[in-house]
């Protein structure tokens, strides 16, 4: 692989994440759902190298059990998410393959933790549903949260995940995000599950301006297919490759 770290929007709240000896995916295999959803824009035969496989949660703009199970077939990749996910998949996947993180943990908690030759992965337990989990992944180069479908920032301890590169976080109203990016003060954000109506909104200079009053200083918006160089700048949208 080479040396550079892309993370890539595949839709939705999905990314692909390449480090110089990994390729990771969180959320990336889910349904598209009208208005809710985009479809994805990675196919799965796309797909050439998978080496782990994170699931925040068992919905189904988040995951969808098949892909995931197709995706592990042809690139042996270790999937990790809540218990309800990985029962889903335990009739069609190796044992070995699959990570259960524990379910039903305090908020905030670290729940499971797993170091590799590149890189750490730490789910801790957030807030959507029974089983929700965020993930902080830890990289030479990189330390990056995934939120998830998180609805209250407040339950994750700042000091647990701060210093961050990149923050993946949906702009959820009530969950206080304004002030958690404030207080994390992330290299870069990007704002995830954003229908194209949103992004569009977003294009004109309507969508913030309408779900709060203040922007952090860092953000970076990615419609699927889009790009972000975690070498370079990003102030506002620059850095993000399209």
């Not at 889903?88 to 699959?98: F, I, Q, S, Y």
């Not at 030759?117 to 801790?124: L, R």
Request: glycine share 10%.
């Amino acid at each position: 692989m080479g040396t550079g770290i892309s993370i890539t929007s595949v839709g939705n709240a999905g990314f692909r994440i390449c480090l110089p000896d990994a390729v990771l995916f969180i959320d990336a295999f889910y349904d598209g759902i009208r208005g809710v959803a985009d479809p994805p824009w990675l196919e799965i035969s796309g797909v050439e190298r998978a080496d782990v496989v994170l699931v925040t949660h068992a919905h189904p703009d988040h995951f969808n059990r098949q892909a995931v199970v197709q995706v592990a077939d042809v690139t042996g990749a270790i999937v990790v998410g809540p218990p309800v996910v990985l029962r889903m998949l335990a009739a069609e996947m190796r044992p070995d393959r699959l990570v259960a993180v524990p379910g039903r943990q305090p908020l905030g908690a670290v729940a499971w933790r797993r170091s590799w030759p590149w890189g750490t992965v730490t789910a801790i337990s957030t807030s959507h549903g029974k089983e929700h989990i965020s993930y902080l992944l830890e990289a030479p180069g990189l330390r990056l949260f995934h939120d998830g479908d998180n609805e209250d920032t407040r339950c994750v301890p700042i000091g647990l995940v701060d210093r961050l590169d990149v923050l993946l976080l949906g702009p959820w109203q009530g969950s206080g995000w304004v002030d958690w990016i404030e207080a994390l003060r992330p290299e870069r954000y990007v704002l995830m599950h954003l229908t194209a109506e949103e992004r569009a909104e977003h294009a004109v200079g309507r969508y913030l301006v309408e779900i709060c009053d203040r922007v952090p200083p860092g953000l970076c918006i990615l419609a699927p297919g889009d790009s972000l160089e975690v070498h370079s700048s990003c102030g506002s949208d620059a850095g993000c490759r399209r």
